[in-house]
C-alpha cells in the first residue's frame, strides 16, 4: 500500500518512536467514507426550519398554525413565531436519537462500528421515503422518529471510527471530518429549501425532505466498503484480521506498539463485565463521565442551533423578507463550513484547548454584540414595524463571526473530544451517554427557544453568553490537552492533570502501559 508521503511517527507526535507508519491512501478513502454519516445529521438540522416556513406545507399539515401567522397583527417581533406543535415536529428527532443511542452502543460493541453505521443509514433512508410520501401528519412524525433512529446510530458509531481508525498525530484532522459533513449537509439542506420554496404547486418541501435519502444512500453504499477498525476487531476476538489491517492501514510491517496497546486495551476491557455500571460507580472513569456529559451540554447551550434551526425566522425578525431571509440562512451556512476547514488544518497542531479557548471568548463577544444591537433596536417591547437595512446586516455580520467561532471549537471538538477520551473498555458506553445527552439538549433549545425569545427578549443572547463564559473557564481549569496522544494511552492525561488525577489513585482495571503484553 502506498504512503501518502509523509510518515505519520515523529512528524507531530510527543514521542517520535511510537507508532511508527506511513498516511496511506487506503485509510484517507475510508475516512472519508466513514465522515460522510455526518451528512446525514446536517440535513436534517438544516432542512426542518426552512420546510417549517413553507406556507404550502404549514396549509397542509399544522392548519391553525398557518392560520394564526396569516392573522397576526401585532409588531410584537419577540413573540411572533411562537408555535409548540410546530417545534415539536422539529425536535421529535432529536428525542428519537436521544434514545437510539443507547441501542447503538450494544451493537456498535457486540457487532462493530460499521454494522452500527450502516443501520443507521437504512433506517433513515426508509425515514426520508415515508417523509416525502406524507399524506399525513402521522406519516411526518413516523418519518421523523426513524430519521432520529438513523442519526443517534451514526452519530454514536461515526465519531469513535474515526479516531479509531486514524493515525494518532492526524486524529483531529480526520474526526472534525465528520463535522464537516455536518456543516455541509446544513448547507445543501438551506440551499435546497431556497430553490424548492419557489416550485409552483407548493410541493417542494417534499423534494427537500424527500433528498435526506441521498445522503443515506451514500453511508449505506460505503460501509459496505469500509473494514471495521482494529480496536473493535481485537475487541471482538479477531486479532489475526486487526493486525493485517492494522498493517494495511499504517503502509508498515511494524505495528506491535499500536497492536499491543490494543491488546493491553483489550485485556483491561475484558476486566470489566458491565461498561454502564462501570462508568458511572467506577472513580477512576469519573474524569471521562464528566466530559461525557458537560461537553455536549456546553455545545448545545452555545445556543449554536438557534441559528441553524431558526435563522430565516431570525432573520425576518430582524427586518429581512422572505428571500432576503433563506438568503441570509445560506451565508452562515457557507460561513460554517469554510471556519470548519480551520479545525482541520490546526486541531492537531494548535491543540484542541487553544481552538476552545479562542472559539469561548470569540463567540461571547460577538453574543453580547448581537444582544447589544437587538436591545438598542427592539427594547424590551419588541415593538418595532421598519427596521433599517444597514442594521440587518449588522446583525448577520455578527452572527457570522459568531458561527466561525463555533465552527472551528465547540462544533467539531464537541464531537471530537469525547470520542478520543474513553478507554475502551467503556468507549461505546461513553458515547452514547455523549450523544444522548447532546441530543437532549438540542432537543430543549429547539423546544423552547420561541418561547424564550418571547420572555426573555434580547436577554437570551446574554443566557447563552453566560453559558459561554461557563464552557471556556472550565475548558481552561479542567479539560486536559489531547493532541497527538494515542487513543489507547489516554488514561495517562488524567493522571498527569492537577484536578482529575485524584480519581485515578485506584483504577479499577490496570493501566494499558502496565499491562502491555510484549508479542514475539
Ligand atoms: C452540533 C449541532 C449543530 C452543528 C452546527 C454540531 O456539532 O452537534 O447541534 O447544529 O454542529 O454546525
Not at 460561513?335 to 482541520?344: E, F, K, M
Not at 453580547?368 to 421598519?386: M, N, P, Q, R, S
Not at 441530543?439 to 418571547?454: K, N, Y
Amino acid at each position: 500500500m502506498g504512503g501518502v508521503g509523509f510518515a505519520v511517527s515523529g512528524r507531530r507526535g510527543d514521542d517520535p518512536t511510537q507508532y511508527p507508519g506511513k498516511l496511506t491512501w487506503y485509510v484517507v478513502m475510508t475516512l472519508m467514507a466513514a465522515a460522510m454519516g455526518g451528512l446525514i445529521f446536517g440535513y436534517d438540522i438544516g432542512i426542518s426550519g426552512g420546510v417549517t416556513s413553507m406556507a404550502p406545507f404549514l396549509e397542509k399539515f399544522f392548519p391553525s398554525v398557518y392560520h394564526n401567522q396569516m392573522d397576526d397583527t401585532s409588531t410584537n417581533q419577540y413573540c411572533k413565531f411562537d408555535s409548540q406543535i410546530l417545534t415539536l415536529f422539529t425536535s421529535s428527532l432529536y428525542l428519537a436519537a436521544l434514545v437510539a443511542s443507547f441501542f447503538a452502543s450494544t451493537m456498535t460493541k457486540k457487532f462493530g462500528r460499521r454494522k452500527s453505521m450502516m443501520f443507521g443509514g437504512l433506517i433513515f433512508l426508509v425515514g426520508a421515503i415515508i417523509n416525502a410520501a406524507a399524506v399525513h401528519i402521522s406519516m411526518l412524525i413516523i418519518g421523523r422518529v426513524l430519521l432520529g433512529i438513523g442519526v443517534g446510530f451514526a452519530n454514536q458509531s461515526v465519531p469513535l471510527y474515526l479516531s479509531e481508525m486514524s493515525p494518532y498525530n492526524y486524529r483531529g484532522t480526520f474526526n472534525v471530518c465528520f463535522q464537516l459533513m455536518i456543516t455541509i449537509g446544513i448547507l445543501v439542506a438551506n440551499l435546497f429549501n431556497y430553490f424548492f420554496a419557489k416550485i409552483e404547486g407548493g410541493w417542494g418541501w417534499r423534494l427537500s425532505l424527500g433528498l435526506a435519502g441521498v445522503p443515506a444512500i451514500i453511508i449505506i453504499i460505503s460501509s459496505f466498503f469500509l473494514s471495521d477498525t482494529p480496536n473493535s476487531l481485537v475487541d471482538r476476538g479477531r486479532e489475526e484480521e486487526a493486525k493485517t489491517l492494522l498493517k494495511r492501514i499504517r503502509g508498515v510491517e511494524n505495528i506491535d506498539a499500536e497492536f499491543n496497546d490494543i491488546l493491553a486495551a483489550r485485556n483491561d476491557a475484558r476486566l470489566v463485565q458491565n461498561p454502564w455500571q462501570n462508568i458511572f460507580k467506577s472513580r477512576c472513569y469519573r474524569p471521562q463521565l464528566v466530559m461525557s456529559i458537560l461537553i455536549p451540554f456546553f455545545q448545545q447551550l452555545t445556543g449554536i442551533n438557534v441559528i441553524m434551526f431558526y435563522a430565516p425566522v431570525l432573520f425576518k425578525t430582524i427586518g429581512f423578507g422572505s428571500d432576503a431571509s433563506l438568503m441570509s440562512a445560506v451565508i452562515t451556512g457557507v460561513i460554517n463550513v469554510l471556519a470548519t476547514c480551520v479545525s482541520i488544518g490546526f486541531a492537531d497542531r494548535w491543540g484542541r484547548r487553544t481552538l476552545f479557548l479562542e472559539g469561548g471568548v470569540q463567540m461571547l463577544i460577538f453574543q453580547i454584540a448581537v444582544a447589544a444591537l437587538i436591545g438598542a433596536k427592539f427594547g424590551v417591547t419588541g415593538d418595532v414595524t421598519e427596521l433599517p437595512k444597514w442594521f440587518a446586516i449588522l446583525v448577520v455580520i455578527c452572527i457570522c463571526f459568531y458561527v466561525a467561532g463555533f465552527a472551528w471549537s465547540w462544533g467539531p471538538l464537541g464531537w471530537l473530544y469525547p470520542s478520543e477520551i474513553f478507554s475502551l473498555e467503556i468507549r461505546s458506553a461513553g458515547q452514547s451517554v455523549n450523544v444522548a445527552v447532546n441530543m437532549f439538549f438540542t432537543f430543549l433549545v429547539a423546544q423552547v427557544f420561541l418561547g424564550m425569545l418571547c420572555t426573555m427578549k434580547f436577554g437570551l443572547f446574554i443566557f447563552f453568553a453566560f453559558f459561554v463564559v461557563l464552557m471556556t473557564l472550565f475548558c481552561y481549569f479542567f479539560m486536559p490537552e489531547t493532541k497527538n496522544i494515542p487513543i489507547e494511552e489516554m488514561t495517562r492525561v488524567w493522571r498527569d492533570h492537577w484536578f482529575w488525577k485524584r480519581f485515578m489513585d485506584q483504577p479499577v482495571t490496570g493501566a494499558n502501559e502496565m499491562n502491555r503484553i510484549e508479542l514475539v
